[in-house]
């Protein structure tokens, strides 16, 4: 039975190709504008927030009574990875980390099982404790906001207007949520002096049931007649500020209007709530995140359409500003990444044309688009979005799939140079390439595996990577059997037939390949063990390559964290970042910058942290207006971050293009004890400033919050009648203010709070003086109570239920992060041989997540190993060539380690799964060569011959392709997050071609005892 031949089938049947081809090209070029847009590929946040009140109590308290019960109980989360927290007064929260190794589709089910865990325990949590409450919705990503600004207008007049626009965006294709941001809640004040309230002797318990009692919603019931049900109103519910004043209040004989006792007053919370500003003007953010798999830049479209209307109907001295743009961000972006994918295209063409000829080179030009295209279509099926990560795949791509159409259309040349007829020299060209090429292909993919079948969140990241690249290369296999055997046959044109000895490879360049080869194969023994030589010292060399996990962003925000110390005031936060603002605002580079004060900005990309609201927390996002102005921005940056801002710790950083940390070097301290913990963090300080590299150290908590303790005198206390509840109570409604009721006014309430004022409660010295209401008498607070003043606990962080301080540090410029952490943690070896059981030194940040990421990469490199060896002995069926080709394999090493420590690039993330890639791509080019050997040894050539002429006749097309790739690579190179993976591929490669065409076929050789006849 004649095989099949897929080539000759095809030649056979060009009208069905043609309509095909028309079909992908149609199809996948509708596809390609129907393709989601994003600015990062998306990947599943692993981790939950519980969150508990506890009114009154110390963070001490609040970790021993709720933090260790929740997480004790979680514990038991099936695929936990770790459990954090922190303590403060009156409240715990506790984040849930999940492992990489908990599928996707059991994270949300997960989250439920923590739910209903917590719940199991919430009886066990004191009575008076509020919630808990939880938070799994981190991966909303608010990559468009907005900030509404005025001049002359209340904060309660941009929320209004605020919430307009909010409901109008809601109407807009593709939008998912939509949430305002630096909202100041209203409240009614009535405020009352401590002198009146004991020269009155009137309680603050007689004010609050007053008012509620004025202002409680009640029945007073319906009467039912024959004809109608009538329902009975009372008048007199508070409906505003004025009929707050008049409410009487009566105490023993005599009658007051509250007005005349107390201030009322309509205003904002006090303390404020968390703020956001503008270009230093306070505003109200309007922060929107888009639903999964919209395109993004059509979404910006219909958002600028939706603004500009809604900017024509706002009044004048009311303005709405762009904060964030990402669909102009993602636009950028995606048309760079094209604008690279266009050079690629054109250096693989004048590659192409330059060695093949324009007639040959036509052939591989025409395969690129259709290729591209129905990669296209692929990714529109299977649901792959265009994003960094996308993108830069397929350029990796194209330099690799015009591999399958160069061999077959090279071979098919050598034929019809020979002088063979057209069909029957396209046919062969397939037939003969048509399984080595497919197990290439298949080796090539199978490189990449390791991205697509690890853990962790960086593989996540870049999954799609596999993916695009095996579409696109089984695509370009198809493509080498339909579709060029077609074109080739219509385009090529033959050449005269060359005479000589060895026709078409009788050429200079031959003839040199030919004597260099025959050397090698004479001195077999020696080029190998210069070739192992070489791969050693290749491994040495890495000692000298910068170490690094995932690049900084060329965004152009930058992040500043101003810290004050803990218990600072909000208040105090607000004027350290105004302070900062003023400082940094008639930099020329600046193009807007946004603060958030005691929180940190909207998730508006992917790799941006969220911060927990904290008072003593501020974030400053400024937007420079380009690269070379945010390196000047951030250098103003930091000299008023060092200079200005003493009692601030402030931390400026970039947008990182992967998973993002406080800082490049973070070591945690883990322990039982609090004070020894914060001993042993003393002792890493100290470690690290003696290390150059290192910049400003500080710890995630340390200080101790400033606290009046009220030692109560019992007898005292017992004959006045008065409890410590009472006390408290009392305290808590004069000083930080007692909701008494909730003033209507249409769709809002506004809370009605009672408190001293100002200069009574505000003020340290007068605190003794406060009036406590026993039985009609009021008492001086001093009277009952002793006063004193010290330190507590602010914050208390814990990791998987020890206290745990996280010690971070700056680094120096030109040094990166994960290098320096590995020289602190030689340095640190002696303090951790002597720390006490229970404690532990461990590496935070990037080093450990790389360190993770590198052991997850390691984990599918069998199974990878396994698949290529499968490959190779279906190709072979020879165990002992498959050991030979899969020898080859670390040859790339060589040309990587040169290249990396030319370019001065890190060995990052990206740069390792250019290795690993590599192995693929080394291996295939070996398999063609020892698959060309043994046919020509089945035709009955000698050996050495034949090792000879398969070299000489591979030499072209690997030349070629490997060409191809190289110089494919070259504008990628310069891309900020690919460019270590292309240096990596591209001198790995270079070295490799060499060492594939003169070392492989000197350990075939060797490993047969092949010799000169």
């Not at 060029?484 to 026709?503: C, D, M, Q, R, S």
């Not at 008494?740 to 340290?764: A, H, I, M």
Request: proline share 5%; net charge neutral; hydrophobic share 45%.
């Amino acid at each position: 039975m004649k095989k099949f031949n897929l080539a000759e089938w095809s030649l056979q049947h060009k009208q069905l190709v043609y309509f095909f081809v028309a079909i992908i090209f149609i199809w996948g070029g509708v596809s390609y504008f129907n393709l989601g847009r994003a600015e990062d590929p998306e990947f599943v946040i692993r981790q939950m927030v519980v969150s508990v009140y506890w009114p009154g109590a110390s963070a001490r308290q609040v970790e021993e009574q709720i933090t260790d019960k929740i997480e004790k109980k979680l514990q038991n989360t099936p695929g936990l990875d770790f459990i954090k927290s922190y303590s403060r007064p009156g409240q715990a929260v506790v984040f849930v980390q999940l492992g990489p190794k908990l599928p996707v589709s059991q994270v949300r089910p997960t989250w439920l099982e923590v739910r209903n865990m917590v719940g199991d325990i919430q009886h066990t949590l004191p009575p008076e404790a509020v919630g808990p409450f939880f938070n799994d919705r981190f991966d909303d990503v608010f990559g468009s906001v907005y900030a509404i600004t005025s001049d002359g207008f209340s904060y309660e007049e941009m929320r209004e207007w605020a919430q307009r626009i909010r409901q109008v965006l809601f109407d807009v294709d593709n939008v998912k949520k939509v949430d305002l941001l630096g909202v100041q809640t209203e409240k009614i004040y009535i405020e009352i002096e401590n002198s009146k309230l004991a020269q009155l002797g009137i309680s603050p318990n007689l004010i609050a049931a007053t008012i509620k009692a004025q202002n409680t919603m009640m029945p007073a019931g319906m009467i039912d007649t024959q004809t109608d049900n009538v329902y009975l109103r009372i008048t007199g519910m508070f409906d505003d500020v004025d009929s707050v004043r008049n409410l009487p209040i009566r105490t023993s004989d005599r009658t007051f209007r509250l007005g005349d006792i107390a201030k009322v007053e309509r205003g904002y919370a006090d303390p404020m709530e968390p703020k956001m500003y503008f270009n230093g003007q306070p505003a109200v953010g309007i922060i929107l995140s888009m639903e999964k798999g919209g395109n993004i830049l059509n979404l910006g479209k219909d958002l600028d359409d939706t603004l500009h209307k809604i900017q024509n109907e706002m009044p004048k001295g009311l303005e709405i500003h762009q904060v964030f743009d990402q669909p102009t961000v993602v636009k950028n972006s995606i048309n760079e990444f094209i604008k690279t994918l266009i050079e690629a295209i054109v250096i693989v063409l004048i590659v192409c044309f330059i060695s093949l000829g324009f007639r040959s080179g036509m052939v591989v030009a025409l395969c690129i688009p259709l290729i591209m295209a129905g990669t296209f279509l692929t990714m529109k099926l299977t649901g792959i979005d265009l994003h960094k990560v996308s993108l830069g795949a397929l350029i990796i791509a194209l330099t690799l799939l015009v591999d399958d159409a160069i061999i077959v259309i090279e071979m098919m040349e050598v034929k019809l140079e020979e002088g063979w007829e057209r069909t029957k020299a396209a046919s062969y060209a397939f037939s003969v390439t048509a399984f080595p090429i497919l197990t290439g292909t298949l080796i090539t993919c199978a490189g990449f595996m390791p991205v697509a079948f690890s853990n962790g969140l960086a593989s996540e990241f870049v999954v799609t990577l596999f993916w695009v690249v095996t579409i696109a290369l089984v695509l370009s296999w198809i493509a080498a059997g339909t579709v060029t055997p077609i074109l080739g046959y219509h385009l090529t044109k033959a050449k005269a037939k060359k005479e000589g000895k060895n026709g078409p490879y009788d050429a200079p360049f031959y003839r040199l390949f030919r004597q260099t080869l025959v050397w090698c194969l004479n001195r077999r023994y020696l080029v190998i063990g210069l070739t192992t030589l070489a791969f050693v010292g290749s491994v040495f060399l890495t000692k000298f390559i910068k170490s690094d996990f995932f690049p900084t962003s060329v965004r152009p925000e930058i992040i500043v964290e101003l810290n004050l110390p803990e218990g600072s005031s909000i208040q105090a936060t607000e004027r350290e970042m105004l302070k900062f603002t003023e400082a940094i605002k008639n930099e020329p580079g600046i193009a807007n910058y946004s603060s958030y004060v005691g929180q940190g900005a909207p998730r508006f990309v992917l790799t941006a942290e969220p911060i927990m609201p904290r008072d003593n927390y501020a974030q400053v996002v400024v937007v420079a207006k380009d690269l070379e102005s945010r390196n000047r921005v951030y250098n103003k940056i930091q000299d008023v971050l060092a200079n200005q801002l003493e009692s601030v710790n402030g931390h400026a950083k970039f947008l990182p293009l992967g998973p993002a940390y406080a800082y490049p070097v973070m070591f945690r301290v883990s322990g039982y004890d609090h004070d020894k913990v914060r001993e042993i963090a003393e002792q890493i300080r100290t470690e690290m400033k003696k290390n150059p590299q290192v910049g400003a150290v500080s710890f995630d908590w340390h200080g101790k919050n400033k606290v009046m303790r009220l030692e109560v005198d019992s007898e005292k206390a017992r004959a006045l009648g008065v409890d410590r509840q009472t006390l408290a109570g009392l305290l808590q409604a004069q000083i930080s203010g007692l909701t008494l009721s909730e003033y209507r006014e249409g769709d809002k309430t506004v809370p009605l709070v009672l408190r001293l004022k100002q200069e009574d409660r505000k003020d340290l010295t007068n605190i003794k003086d406060i009036a406590i209401q026993i039985n009609g008498k009021a008492v001086p607070l001093d009277q009952i109570a002793k006063i004193s003043y010290e330190g507590e606990e602010g914050m208390i962080w814990r990791r998987d239920l020890r206290p745990t301080i996280t010690v971070q540090a700056e680094i120096a410029p030109g040094v990166t992060g994960n290098d320096v952490t590995k020289a602190i943690s030689r340095d640190l070896k002696p303090l951790q041989n002597q720390l006490p059981f229970g404690y532990s030194i461990q590496v935070g940040g990037q080093l450990e997540d790389s360190q993770k990421t590198i052991g997850y990469l390691l984990e599918p490199i069998p199974m990878m190993a396994v698949i290529i060896m499968v490959l190779l002995m279906f190709q072979l069926q020879s165990i002992a060539q498959m050991l030979l080709v899969m020898l080859t394999a670390p040859m790339g090493f060589i040309g990587v380690s040169i290249a990396l420590l030319l370019t001065n690039s890190p060995m990052n993330f990206v740069a390792q799964l250019g290795v690993l890639s590599l192995c693929g791509m080394i291996i295939r080019n070996s398999v063609v060569l020892i698959d060309q050997i043994n046919q020509h040894i089945a035709q009955g050539e000698a050996p050495w011959d034949a090792i000879i002429d398969s070299a000489i006749l591979r030499c072209r097309p690997i030349m070629l392709t490997a060409a191809a790739a190289i110089l494919g690579m070259v504008p990628l190179i310069f891309t900020d997050f690919w460019g270590p993976m292309a240096i990596s591929i591209a001198g790995g490669l270079l070295g490799a071609t060499a060492l594939t065409l003169l070392v492989l076929p000197a350990m075939y050789a060797a490993w047969f005892k092949v010799c000169e006849k």
